[in-house]
């Protein structure tokens, strides 16, 4: 069992940076994969990144990429998400999740948190 607690969200203007951590429970977590996804108002909920348990392998969307960056400590058990040059259509709850790389299936979610960018 993973037990995933994100934070860091908050309201930026457009072209700011935040960074979203996600703590977790856990003494299996080097052995996960870990995944940020988001969720807009009235859409899908969306993958963002991921990142390998073991060797960290990263993989981002086309729409985040160069602007965002996953990383994980694995000794202090968790994992961060920098946003860089933030633009209003990022606006979303933001979800980590621990799964499987290669299968891109995650049993674990957190709860989300916020993240709003004002144009």
């Known amino acids: 069992q993973v037990q995933l607690v994100e934070s860091g969200g908050g309201l930026v203007q457009a072209g700011g940076s935040l960074r979203l951590s996600c703590a977790a429970s856990?003494?299996?977590?080097?052995?996960?994969?870990m995944g940020w996804f988001r969720q807009a108002p009235g859409k899908e909920r969306e993958f963002v990144a991921k990142?390998?348990?073991?060797?960290?392998?990263?993989y981002y969307a086309d729409s985040v990429k160069g602007r965002f960056t996953i990383a994980r400590d694995n000794a202090k058990i968790t994992v961060f998400l920098q946003m860089n040059d933030l633009k209003p259509e990022d606006t979303a709850v933001y979800y980590c999740a621990a799964g499987s790389y290669s299968l891109g299936s995650y049993d674990f979610w957190g709860q989300g948190t916020q993240v709003t960018v004002s144009s």
């Open positions: 990142i390998a348990g073991r060797d960290g392998r990263t």
């Open positions: 856990g003494r299996t977590f080097s052995s996960y994969a």
